[in-house]
């Protein structure tokens, strides 16, 4: 047979259509490394939203678990509600809370004296929410005032005979459900809501936001309010920032009424310092301010989780600060006890009306003169014969403008 002269491939070459193990790259191994990467991939990213989830979900249990319900409050309420004012139509979606200062001495608060257990209310303000969310009023009421206090239920479960007293005694006589339905009975406005913060949460909350800028006029050196500061603008932390706030005989003429405008410019101050610093569109600034809040307070059923207090930040998040209002319910010396205050009339009850129909207050800053337009408005001290009930005064249906400040003008700029 002759011999076959054809050449052949080596025997060792794969079928045809077979890549060959050496392929080089580009060829099938990169896909399958493509694969394997992207499996990796893959798995970290579901690793981190399942962590992040947790860590979320970890965090808000814990925010949500520092709030605590002031439920013995919730129920006193709803015993009395037959008592208690109902919302005018013209009020639609605004809101009232009640912010409380307790002088609580217990637990924390024992190292600020006074007899363990007791507690007074030296700071209550009503906040008021209009339906638009772009106005809100913030009215002190002064702890001095005298006013007709209903029977409340007392911590033993006696109960209390009604009276004429110090709005102040109705917070010490039956707690934070008694001056509720004093400022009720006295507005007529109704409280939807209400928060009580005491000496140790206020330290906690300023410390939190890094501190709050005030404007000192004076030099202040008081032993007992444990503040030591030059005049001028000064920022204050914890301590410094309570006694500033609690301050009375030492400061100015001694008077309540100038305390609450104290309290009113550190409070202008502290949102002025917020919304500039973007503290709450900041997670990493927003968490201890968040944390701080949160453990501070205490508040009815409809306001103690994380989620009621989180829309209520977005409600005030959205108020210009020029529509933020702070201003002291008109009163004068009470005419039986100088040491005593009592309301200016109409003009308290015309501020009571505005809120309650969801009207916009107006304010001048304290000190200056009305105009004749505006109508007049009692300032600290002032008698009958200045814009009291027996003077000439707007009518029952006028808005006034009242002695006050907004929270957009800085105090040390009015020096």
Same mark, same amino acid.
């Given at each position: 047979?002759?011999? @076959? ?12 259509? *077979? ?25 970290? *990213? ?30 006193? #309420? ?13 009020? %639609? ?28 209310? @030296? ?62 009975? #006295? ?68 008077? @309540? ?5 104290? &309290?009113?410019?550190? /409070? ?8 500039? &610093?973007?503290? /709450? ?8 301010? /968040? ?9 009815? %059923? ?8 989180? @829309?209520?930040? &977005?409600? /005030?998040? %959205? ?35 505005? #809120? ?6 107006? *304010? ?52």
């Amino acid at each position: 047979m002759a011999e @076959d002269d054809t050449e052949h491939p080596p025997t060792d070459t794969p079928p045809s259509g *077979v890549p060959p193990t050496d392929a080089p790259p580009g060829g099938t191994g990169r896909p399958r490394r493509r694969r394997r990467w992207l499996m990796i991939t893959a798995g970290a *990213v579901a690793f981190l939203l399942v962590a992040g989830g947790l860590l979320a979900w970890i965090a808000y249990r814990k925010l949500d678990g520092n709030i605590r319900t002031d439920s013995a409050t919730d129920r006193l #309420l709803a015993k009395l509600e037959a008592e208690r004012p109902s919302r005018t139509a013209g009020a %639609g979606g605004a809101e009232n809370i009640l912010l409380i200062g307790s002088d609580d001495r217990s637990g924390a608060n024992g190292s600020y004296g006074g007899e363990a257990g007791t507690q007074r209310s @030296d700071t209550t303000i009503l906040l008021h929410l209009a339906a638009d969310r772009r106005h809100a009023t913030a009215v002190s009421v002064p702890r001095d005032v005298m006013v007709d206090v209903p029977a409340c239920e007392k911590p033993d479960g006696t109960r209390s005979k009604p009276g004429l007293m110090q709005f102040n005694w109705a917070f010490e006589t039956g707690g934070p459900a008694c001056s509720i339905r004093t400022v009720e009975q #006295l507005s007529g406005i109704r409280i939807d809501h209400y928060v009580i913060l005491d000496f140790s949460g206020f330290k906690t909350m300023v410390d939190a936001i890094g501190g709050v800028e005030v404007c000192v006029p004076q030099p202040i050196h008081d032993k007992d309010a444990k503040l030591d500061l030059p005049a001028g603008r000064q920022t204050l932390h914890g301590e410094q920032a309570l006694g500033y706030v609690r301050a009375r005989e030492s400061l100015g003429d001694g008077s @309540d009424t100038q305390r609450m405008g104290r &309290q009113q410019q550190f /409070l202008a101050s502290l949102i002025r310092k917020v919304e500039s &610093q973007g503290v /709450l569109l900041n997670p990493a600034r927003l968490w201890p301010v /968040l944390d701080a809040a949160t453990s501070s307070v205490r508040a009815d %059923g409809g306001l103690s989780s994380l989620g009621a207090l989180y @829309d209520l930040t &977005q409600d /005030l998040r %959205g108020i210009p600060t020029g529509n933020v209002v702070f201003l002291t319910a008109p009163r004068r010396p009470y005419r039986y006890d100088s040491d005593r205050d009592e309301f200016v009339q109409p003009q308290t009850g015309q501020l009571f009306a505005a #809120l309650r129909d969801d009207r916009p207050v107006a *304010v001048r800053p304290p000190g200056s003169a009305p105009s004749a337009a505006a109508g007049g408005v009692a300032g600290p001290g002032a008698g009958p014969s200045a814009g009291s009930a027996e003077a000439a005064s707007p009518s029952a249906g006028a808005s006034p403008t009242f002695e006050g400040r907004t929270a957009d003008v800085d105090a040390c700029a009015q020096h």
